[in-house]
């Protein structure tokens, strides 16, 4: 592994189902978060971690949840989905504690809601 | 409120010179990025710039001017492959990143 993983690429989730999205990282960043895209929006932080053990809310966090058991794992679970989650999701992690914090991108989950 | 005006679409000839312009409010200030988003991939760094000033790598320079809430990206000898949406992101006193919804700069012949 090389960088930022997710996992899967994309998936077609019926309404009400439960959704993990995964986000596995290689370089040791402490800080690590998870954006939705929307088009004609901006990325808009859904939750952040900035180290193993905590996390936080962003601006979108309702529906989502993560958890931060190690440094390189980042999960992020919709326990029941909706149709307004359809959108890209996009994981990245920042070593907060270098100069300039900043942010590297997985490939991002494309995620339709049906 | 924290707010990123930038253009939505910008048109430049290859080997032309563009600047993608961005204003910004934000809560407090750490500093401000720009990422280039080729379409159906993941934003990848470009830029930082926490002191006023031009800071240059390569094609591409960011000017940052915090007393106005302004920042710039300059791109020189456009290539094709330069067709990607640019975003800026001032970070604010949270460290966190406020994103603008970007310029989609496309690039003809």
């Known amino acids: 592994i090389a960088g930022i993983t997710q996992a899967p690429t994309s998936q077609i989730l019926a309404a009400g189902r439960r959704m993990t999205l995964r986000c596995t990282q290689d370089?040791?960043?402490?800080?690590m978060y998870w954006y939705r895209q929307d088009l004609g929006l901006g990325l808009r932080l859904i939750h952040y971690s900035n180290t193993a053990g905590t996390t936080g809310k962003g601006e979108v966090p309702d529906g989502y949840s993560v958890s931060r058991a190690n440094t390189d794992d980042f999960p992020l679970t919709l326990a029941s989905a909706v149709p307004s989650q359809t959108s890209v999701y996009f994981c990245a992690s920042s070593d907060s504690k270098g100069d300039t914090d900043t942010q590297y991108f997985g490939p991002g989950t494309r995620l339709t809601v049906l | 409120g924290q707010n990123i005006d930038q253009p939505t679409e910008m048109t430049a000839t290859e080997g032309a010179i563009v600047q993608i312009n961005c204003t910004y409010q934000t809560s407090g200030f750490n500093g401000l990025f720009w990422y280039q988003q080729h379409a159906g991939e993941a934003p990848t760094f470009l830029s930082y710039?926490?002191l006023d000033g031009l800071e240059e790598k390569g094609r591409f320079s960011s000017f940052l001017s915090r007393s106005k809430g302004y920042s710039y990206l300059l791109l020189k000898e456009l290539q094709m492959k330069d067709s990607a949406s640019y975003l800026c992101?001032?970070?604010?006193?949270?460290?966190?990143?406020?994103w603008g919804a970007g310029t989609k700069l496309i690039i003809k012949p």
């Open positions: 370089m040791r960043h402490n800080a």
């Open positions: 992101a001032p970070m604010d006193s949270n460290y966190q990143l406020i």
């Open positions: 710039n926490v």
